[in-house]
């Protein structure tokens, strides 16, 4: 196990994750480590398997004095605003559910975890990097449930702020599922950090404007731009850990979104869905007001879509 790790769940040489608790569950596993958390598998008895996001130290610090300069809620409040109504199944909800969550204590502080419904499935980052089948077959539905994801989101006040591929994920059944809500903010919120995944950024986002929900709807046309081509819109040399690489990784990918037009998505992409390359490009639109005003609209197109590539073939 990594010392870094080992530090997060205050655990000594002689102990291992299975014999940690949050609150009441059991961690049977870690799944992912991330910069910012981790995520655990973890039960609470004898019932069926929980996802436990634990913040790291220094992310957890940052998390709350932005929760409290902005007058925020946490992540595992915001998750239970968007949770299905009472009475829907939860399997059918677009959204990943959050179940709680709470303040573990450790000799390195306060860790602030959620917890979360267990997802048996697949980053569609890496589904796209090792071109998995089963994103080629459902990646017109995926489109259609995330958008309906935004659109709750939406409905209920927020923008996600956050959306990309490293966000949604597809269960082995092939349901997608929007993912981490640790940015999401009330709609006309302005930041003074430039705060998201500097690819998928819209425009305003880089200019630290306040946000609206046509800002998610510039994130993602990013996201079926990946999809459905295999790689990004815009691409940048600097990728590294470096912080002077990654300053300079964010000034060249904020003036490729802010003044760049994307490649044509059908140049990469022949077999592009009929009518997925005007719906890419007009949610990638510059100015906040040539999108899709509201994700309503953008169902309709994306129910539009056809099954057949631009060349005629049999597309999905």
């Known amino acids: 196990m990594a010392f870094s790790l080992m530090r997060l769940l205050g655990l000594s040489a002689g102990d291992s994750a299975q014999n940690r ?81 709470g303040w573990e204590f450790n000799d390195r502080g306060r860790c602030y975890y959620i917890v979360q419904e267990y997802l048996d499935g697949f980053n569609t980052k890496h589904m796209i990097a090792c071109e998995h089948p089963l994103l080629k077959q459902r990646r017109l539905e995926a489109a259609r449930t995330v958008a309906r994801g935004l659109g709750i989101i939406h409905e209920r006040g927020f923008v996600h702020r956050d959306l990309c591929t490293d966000n949604v994920l597809m269960t082995r059944d092939g349901r997608a599922k ?95 869905p009929q009518g997925m390359e005007e719906i890419i490009l007009r949610c990638m639109e510059k100015s906040p007001e040539d999108r899709y005003q509201g994700v309503r609209p953008l169902m309709v197109a994306l129910a539009q879509v056809g099954e057949k590539g631009q060349n005629g073939r049999a597309s999905v």
């Open 21 to 101: 608790r949050f609150g009441d569950y059991q961690v049977v596993k870690l799944m992912h480590e991330g910069e910012k958390s981790c995520v655990y598998q973890a039960r609470l008895g004898e019932e069926a398997a929980f996802a436990i996001k634990a913040y790291r130290p220094g992310y957890n610090r940052t998390a709350r004095r932005l929760a409290k300069r902005y007058h925020t809620r946490m992540e595992g409040e915001m998750g239970l605003l968007v949770n299905p109504p009472a009475g829907t199944d939860p399997k059918e909800h677009p959204i990943v559910r959050t179940i709680g969550f």
């Open 178 to 272: 929007l993912l981490d809500l640790g940015f999401m903010a009330p709609i006309g919120l302005s930041f003074r950090e430039k705060s998201g995944t500097p690819s998928y950024m819209s425009p305003e986002q880089f200019q630290a404007k306040p946000l609206n929900p046509v800002s998610d709807i510039y994130s993602f046309g990013v996201v079926l731009y990946e999809i459905f081509t295999g790689r990004l819109p815009f691409l940048t040399p600097y990728n590294s850990h470096n912080r002077d690489l990654m300053m300079r990784r964010m000034g060249d990918l904020m003036r490729q979104h802010l003044r760049n037009p994307p490649p044509p998505p059908s140049s990469l992409a022949p077999d592009l």
